[in-house]
């Protein structure tokens, strides 16, 4: 059983930053390759960011290269994503999940998720 709490969510106006944080806890979570989706109204789930167990390796969506940057903090068992150069089009619901594994070009989630956290973002 792992647990997933998200925090760092809010209002931005277009061009500003907001940082999310996702702790975790639980058997084996540190092991996990970690990442972020997000849901905007109307759109299906979609990747964002993902980072291996190790903090070595990050992937990112091509819609937030450049501006987001997912990071680790192995001693806090947490996982970032910076996001800067915000755009009305990042408004969504941010949700943590664990195990990421990438499947045939693609990143799946697994089976342990956030609790989801809204990101808005005025233009």
């Known amino acids: 059983q792992v647990q997933l709490v998200e925090s760092g969510g809010g209002l931005a106006q277009a061009g500003g930053s907001l940082r999310l944080s996702c702790a975790a806890s639980?058997?084996?979570?540190?092991?996990?390759?970690m990442g972020w989706f997000r849901q905007a109204p109307g759109k299906e789930r979609e990747f964002v960011a993902g980072i291996t167990w190790s903090g070595r390796f990050t992937a990112y969506a091509d819609s937030v290269k450049g501006r987001f940057t997912m990071s680790s903090d192995a001693a806090e068992n947490t996982v970032y994503l910076q996001m800067n150069s915000l755009k009305a089009e990042d408004t969504a619901v941010y949700y943590c999940n664990a195990p990421v594994t990438y499947r045939s070009g693609r990143y799946v989630t697994g089976a342990y998720w956030g609790q989801g956290i809204q990101v808005t973002v005025s233009s």
């Open positions: 639980g058997r084996a979570s540190s092991t996990y390759d």
